[in-house]
Antibody, heavy 120, light 106 residues
Framework: EEQLVESGGGLARPGGSLRLSCAVSGFSVSGYSMNWVRQGPGKRLEWLAYINDGSGQIFYADSVKGRFTVSRDDARSSVFLQMNSLTDEDTAVYYC?????????????WGRGALVTVSS | DIQMTQSPSSLSASVGDRVTIACRASRRIDTFLSWYQQSPGKAPRLLIHSASTTLGGVPSRFSGSGSGTDFALTITNLQPDDFVTYFCQQTYSRPTFGQGTKLDIK
């Protein structure tokens, strides 16, 4: 079964950092572009970051550019999101999502999400 | 960014009913529009991409239509598992999502 499982969520202080991991199983992550999407309480889904399957091309939403870093380790079947300088606006459920076709921006597989709470 | 507006935000219906959820883009996006289903605590599920292409394994009760700025998701013969939340996503540029439509049982 193809699956994405996020981990690494939890409580962080404002200004702090967290690193999310997305464990891939059931398919080879090397053939896919991967994304991170979040949903804050009472808010709509917000796309955050994209990492290409081949060239390593990376894009970020303006809201996280300079603070978040997406990376991948295909050998470990994993994708990561390093989150720094966290604020309470970053409180959300964070999802890892697979792009069905690179560059087409629709996501055919999602994880169940990891909850990140930023609070003092 | 392209803004996506769904209507209604919530909808009550009965098993067996037919419902339509609308999604409007702030500017023309051709047919670069996807629809997802999300149950509480579960991963979102892609139903439709390219406005009207239904994924394999998605029941034929689900259909999508529209182009330009106005789109619709129609669900016929509602089943109990369908009473969850649906949201649209534009894929014309870096993706943005609608606010979601919660479908509940009347």
């Amino acid at each position: 079964e193809e699956q994405l499982v996020e981990s690494g969520g939890g409580l962080a202080r404002p200004g702090g950092s967290l690193r999310l991991s997305c464990a891939v199983s059931g398919f080879s992550v090397s053939g896919y572009s991967m994304n991170w999407v979040r949903q804050g309480p009472g808010k709509r889904l917000e796309w955050l970051a994209y990492i290409n399957d081949g060239s390593g091309q990376i894009f970020y939403a303006d809201s996280v550019k300079g603070r978040f870093t997406v990376s991948r380790d295909d050998a470990r079947s994993s994708v990561f999101l390093q989150m720094n300088s966290l604020t309470d606006e970053d409180t959300a459920v964070y999802y890892c999502a697979r792009e069905a076709l690179s560059g087409h921006w629709y996501f055919d597989l999602w994880g169940r999400g990891a909850l990140v709470t930023v609070s003092s | 960014d392209i803004q996506m507006t769904q209507s209604p935000s919530s909808l009550s219906a009965s098993v067996g009913d037919r419902v339509t959820i609308a999604c409007r883009a702030s500017r023309r996006i051709d047919t670069f529009l996807s629809w997802y289903q999300q149950s509480p605590g579960k991963a979102p599920r892609l139903l439709i991409h390219s406005a009207s292409t239904t994924l394999g394994g998605v029941p034929s009760r689900f259909s999508g239509s529209g182009s330009g700025t106005d789109f619709a998701l129609t669900i016929t013969n509602l089943q109990p598992d369908d009473f969850v939340t649906y949201f649209c996503q534009q894929t014309y540029s870096r993706p943005t999502f609608g606010q979601g439509t919660k479908l509940d049982i009347k």
